[in-house]
């Protein structure tokens, strides 16, 4: 069974194996595993981390020669490889990942808090080397092998993803949670598959259900929506910065990456707010569509803004109201039905994109 096993060939092999014996449906009616990570250490003493939504999956001690080490459990969530032995002479080298059928290479990565760069762990980015303990992260995975999965032949790191299931991305994007609401929101969008989503969190309610942030994180990004909600152009810069800053650690004490993306409350900013955000390493980002969700909005009518959304475009909805969890099924029945899928905000255009 090893030969048979080794490398993604054999992996594929067994896959289509096992789906042509009927077990496939089984086997992978969420998601499924499949993750192989190609690694070595330095002096080969170097454990790492396979972490999948927050969790970790798999741990391995590397050797000084490039091998593939796979984890084929179910998962789901943003990729993390986590270097965290750091010691004198010891560098984790991470080649590359490869999930969903699909290679991607530690050096198109731009999140990487192990490499060291400008004097300091976690001052660069685009490296296969990890000299500090940190983690390098993946991209987001969910339902794969299956034949039905929202991400499976596209990322933004790949070069040869054909994209043939998907004709463009829009950003599926939820206000002021983590709430009590999450929980049946987040079982919605996983039983249709409309996945990844970015949540736009309140830190207070984050430090409030620090817990529901890995439940978040395993269908989406989550990213920062202000700490207390306040109109924050009545604000000063300091209170401002604040704001942001205190959500930004609520949010990372949760397990969570820093973020990358804020949505002020109620769309509002000035160049107190730019600053600040800049300052902080956000990008501001509203939306291009309105579901009205705030606004008392029937089901149908959240639907209906949905169906309105083109590639590239952002819609506001809200963790908290019954009509928009009793939306998500028809949006993404209508989403499907035109070739768009769920993507992820890029951070430097404020586009929704491939996640
Ligand atoms: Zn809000």
Not at 60 to 69: A, G, H
Not at 210 to 237: D, F, K, M, W
Request: net charge neutral; glycine share 10%.
């Amino acid at each position: 069974m090893k030969s048979f096993l080794s490398g993604n060939g054999g992996i594929l092999r067994l896959i289509a194996f096992l789906c042509a014996t009927s077990l496939c449906a089984e086997a992978y009616a969420q998601t499924s595993g499949g993750i192989t990570v190609r690694a070595r250490g330095v002096s080969g003493s170097e454990h790492i981390n396979l972490k999948v939504g927050g969790v970790t999956v798999a741990n391995w001690t590397l050797t000084t020669s490039l091998k593939d080490y796979t984890y084929t459990g179910t998962a789901a969530g943003d990729i993390q490889v986590q270097y965290d032995n750091d010691a004198t002479g010891r560098d984790a080298i991470i080649d590359y990942i490869f999930v969903n059928k699909e290679t991607r290479q530690a050096e198109n990565m731009s999140y990487n808090t192990g490499v060291y760069g400008n004097g300091r762990c976690g001052g660069g980015s685009y490296s296969e080397t990890m000299s500090c303990s940190g983690v390098i992260g993946f991209g987001y995975t969910y339902d794969c092998f299956s034949g039905n999965c929202n991400s499976s032949s596209t990322s933004s790191s790949s070069s040869s993803s054909s994209g043939t299931r998907c004709s463009g991305y829009v950003g599926i994007t939820f206000d002021d949670g983590p709430s009590s609401n999450t929980n049946t929101l987040i079982n919605q969008l996983k039983a249709n598959s409309l996945v990844p989503v970015t949540w736009f969190n309140k830190g207070q309610n984050v430090a409030n259900n620090g817990s529901l942030v890995a439940l978040e994180r395993s269908v989406g990004i989550v990213q920062n929506h202000s700490y207390t909600h306040p109109h924050l152009t009545s604000l000063s810069y300091q209170q401002i910065y604040n704001e942001l800053n205190q959500t930004n650690q609520a949010i990372q004490n949760a397990g969570s990456p820093k973020p990358s993306v804020l949505r002020p409350p109620y769309g509002e900013s000035n160049a107190n707010v730019q600053q600040a955000a800049q300052a902080l390493g956000l990008r501001l980002v509203t939306w291009d569509i309105d579901s009205k969700d705030w606004n008392g909005a029937s089901t149908a009518a959240i639907v209906s803004a949905a169906g309105q959304l083109q590639n590239g475009q952002i819609i506001l909805m809200h963790d908290g109201y019954a009509n928009t969890n009793n939306a998500i099924a028809q949006i993404a029945a209508s989403l499907k039905s035109k070739g768009l899928c769920p993507g992820k905000i890029d951070p430097s255009t404020g586009r929704a994109v491939a996640p």
